[in-house]
């Protein structure tokens, strides 16, 4: 008895933690980094010569491959090729708490994406091939989640193809799909309907006044 008891404890804990995780992640978004296709370039010597004997008054330099806008830094990662770290320019993103028309859209951008459980369950292999043409949809839905603006439903807004261009040229498949997982539980549904419950319990709920002017 004792120790079903310990059990249910420590499933309760391990519940109230991940509740904990999924309020935080919704509340502070999530944050992720992406490796560039491209070798780091060194500092121009004029650069370093100036840093090093006028240091109270340095010079920045950016490399002209990178476009201005691109939140990019290096980073040192480890190597299994070589059995050592390199460097390595990461471009890093920042999936901040989704406005309702983020996530109306995304809800549009995921009904265009079929499948049949049934099928899949008894061809695994031959269905999960057919679902990789659903991949650029799917790396439209996280551009559309990085995004998370006002433009991203305007037609000639060209940032999420943009975006979601570049997240089928870096991003593996299993990289991807966990992102599309925590968009999806960015997306609160839960909650969202749980206000839909409370607004309509309290219009059932509120009696109409006789001297109320319509």
């Known amino acids: ?49 100036w840093n090093r004997y006028f240091s109270k008054h340095p010079k920045s330099w950016r490399d002209s491959r990178i476009p201005k806008d691109w939140d990019v830094e290096i980073t040192e990662i480890a ?11 990461m471009r890093n993103f920042h999936v901040k708490p989704l406005y309702l028309g983020t996530i109306d859209f995304i809800r549009m951008l995921s009904i265009e994406i079929e499948y049949n459980e049934g099928d899949l369950q008894e061809n695994p292999i031959q269905e999960s091939s057919k679902l990789l043409k659903y991949v650029p949809q799917m790396a439209k839905i996280a551009a559309v989640a990085v995004l998370n603006c006002c433009s991203i439903s305007d037609p000639l807004y060209k940032g999420v193809n943009e975006l979601a261009k ?3 040229e870096h991003l593996t498949a299993m990289r991807l799909l966990k992102l599309c997982q925590v968009i999806k539980q960015m997306m609160d549904k839960a909650d969202f309907t749980s206000s839909i419950r409370l607004m309509l319990q309290v219009e059932t709920t509120t009696k109409p006044r006789a001297d109320r002017v319509e």
């Open 79 to 89: 190597d299994v090729n070589i059995g050592t770290t390199r460097e390595v320019y």
């Open 166 to 168: 570049f997240f089928q």
């Open 1 to 49: 008895m004792a120790e079903k008891d310990n059990e249910n404890i420590s499933r309760e804990e391990r519940l109230n933690i991940e509740e904990k995780a999924i309020q935080a992640l919704l509340q502070y978004g999530v944050k992720f980094s992406i490796p560039l296709k491209i070798t780091p370039a060194p500092v121009p010597k004029r650069i370093q010569w």
